[in-house]
Structure formats: structure tokens, C-alpha cells
């Protein structure tokens, strides 16, 4: 019989993809979880598997095609036994044996390690997907490396070096690259994007870290970090000032009463935004957890459609690569961003005296067409005392 193989669905606002390329050619034998192709959409790059074994019957669109969710790019016959499960099977036959007769000797019997390399092991069944014959699975680059056939797409950027003789290389540029541009360029056309910056002590902070953060890590199993506090304080921030959670849509503003906080992390790919479901409702451990599993799904390959679906408000955190100061751009359709630094040990004025802190200094975006600048320098204050007083966080004041 037959079996179409269809491009998964793509998740929200995705109704296209590049074939990036196959790893089966028509005629190849097909088991049960073989990788077949390779995909990529504006946000994420996916494997299409096989979930039934046969032969790949005929490939009905190329690498580098534009494809569909739906669509049908292949056919596999499973009909038709794959050359290796036909072997084991006249082998099976051929292997058969009679009836032993009397005078057999038990030294003439197959020794039980020949025996055991001759019996194939039991091929484990995928699990079923909701719709069509294709388990779609976030490539994992250390996985791509291994393959024997890497999209030419997918090549390492040529570093510099020091021959004498000048050369260039164009590459096509990835879809996500494409997203990532297109929807840069929408948020400055879009929105009227103005930034206030303010700058915090991070001092209770790292008191607080330092005094349980052992404690924390043996009762939950990671580590207590910054990003944690600072997603509360945004939350906290976001009940105050829900103009900085809600979107312009149309002439219409939509509020919510939820808070999906999207985290943007950097991988080799391109700048994903993962979002951070119900944060208002989650304490430090959850959110701890939650990031660092979208955080390490998102540098593995393992993110799916659905991670990156909504968001209501955005955090970016350059001080990880050494940025003192910048500009965050709004994530559309969003109103606001915050944007987090390096952190220093800088002197400040604390009762009447100097001492030295370690200081970061905070940048929020926002579109100026919803939200008032004292609105956004209320929310940023809001922010920074939650920090400075993070008792607050437990008190929720």
C-alpha cells in the first residue's frame, strides 16, 4: 500500500518551508524511524521520519523546493519488504531445521553466539503522530554533522585567513535569517519604538543567591539564577503596568491577563524567542527550570513550532556576551522588551557614603503608540525596586 509523507504542520502564521534536502533516494529501503528529509521553516528546522517500513516508492519534490503543510512530498510502498527484512527472512527459511535425527551430536549445534548475531533485535515502533505518516523531530546539530548528506545551506561561515589571496563566498541566506530580518525591519516600520534605561543594584541579589543558592540547587535541581528574579520582577512590573503586556491590533488593543514571558537566546542558527508559558503564575524553581529547558532545547534543535507561538512581553539579556548598553528591538507584535547588561562592580552614593556594587543597567523598548513614556519609566522603576528588594517577591507587594 501506499503511504504519503507530508510536511507536518509548521505552527502560527507558518504556511511555507524549503526542503532543505533527503537522506533517502527513491528505491532506498525504508525502517521504522529512518530520517527520510530535512526541512526548514522561518522559525525552526525539523526532520520528517518514517513511522511505517518499506521502500521509498518516489520522491515527488525536490531539495530546495517550496513546500506546504499537507503537502505531499513522497511515497512510500510498505507493500514492499525492505531488502534487509527479506534477507532475515530466507535466511529465517533457509535456516529452518529438521527434525534432528538420533545419532545427532550435540557438538554439531549452532553455537549460542552465532546464533544470537543471526537473530535480528526487535525493531521498537515510533509512536504514532495525530495526523499524517511523518514524526516530525527538532534536528540536532551534532546529528546533522553526522549525516552523510548536510544541505550546502547548512555550511560553517568560512573564517578569515592568512593567505594573501582575497576571495568571497555567497551563501543563501537560511529562512530563519530571512524571518529574523523581515521581522526586524517590521518592528522599526511598524511601531514607534522609543527606549528608557535606568540602571539597578543587584546586591540583594546576589546576597540572596549566595546565602541559598546551595540550598536551593540540592532541593530543586538547578541552579538559582538571575534570569529568574528578573522575570519575576517583570511579572510583577507587567500586574502594575498591563499597557506594557497588551498589543495593537488593528484599532484594537488586546489585554491579557496572562503573562508568557519570551526569553531570546542565540544559537548558531539565528536569534530564537521561546516562550515562557503562565510566568506570572510560576515561582524562582519553575522559571529556573522552564528557561533552561527552552534554552537547551533551543541550542540542541530541540524547539517545536509550538515553543515559539504568542509571547506577550520579551526579555533579551546581551550582558552575557559583555554588552554595556543598548537598544533592544520590540519582538511584533509586542509593546515592550527588556533588556539586560553586564554587570559591574561600580561605585555608587549609599547612605551618605560610597561603596562599590555590582550595578546593571536596564533598557526598556516599548511602542511609544500604546504606551506613555511615564508609563514605561513607571514600569522600569517597578522593575528595579523589585530587584533592589526582592522580598517583595515573597511578600507580592
Partial sequence: MDIEIKVPSLGESETEATLISWLKQEGDDVAV??????????????????????????????????????????IVDDSMKPAAARADADAGQQEMPAAPAPEASAEKAPAPEASAEKAPAPAARAEKAPAGKAKVTPISPAETESEPAVSTKQAEKPAPTSDSERSEQRVPMSGLRRRIATRLKEAQNTAAMLTTFNEVNLQAVMDLRSRYGTAFQEQHGVKLGFMSFFVRAVCQGLTKHPALNAFIDGDEIAYHN??????????????????????????????????????????????????????????????????????????PPQSGILGMHTIQQRPVAENNSVVIRPMMYLALSYDHRLIDGSEAVRFLVTVKETLEYPGSLTLEL
Fill in 33 to 74: 524511524d529512518d530520517v527520510l528529509a530535512e526541512i526548514e521553516s522561518d522559525k525552526i528546522t525539523m526532520e520528517i521520519t518514517a513511522l511505517d517500513s518499506g521502500v521509498l516508492k518516489q520522491i515527488l519534490k525536490q531539495a530546495d523546493s517550496t513546500v506546504e503543510p499537507g503537502e505531499v512530498i513522497a
Fill in 258 to 331: 496572562y503573562v508568557d514571558v519570551g526569553i531570546a537566546v542565540s544559537t548558531d542558527k539565528g536569534l530564537v524567542v521561546p516562550v515562557l508559558r503562565d510566568a506570572h503564575l510560576l515561582g524562582l524553581a519553575d522559571i529556573e527550570k522552564g528557561i533552561a529547558d527552552l534554552a537547551g532545547r533551543a541550542r540542541s534543535g530541540g524547539l517545536m513550532p509550538d515553543d515559539l507561538k504568542g509571547g506577550t512581553f520579551s526579555i533579551t539579556n546581551g550582558g552575557i556576551y559583555g554588552s554595556m548598553l543598548s537598544t533592544p528591538i520590540l519582538n
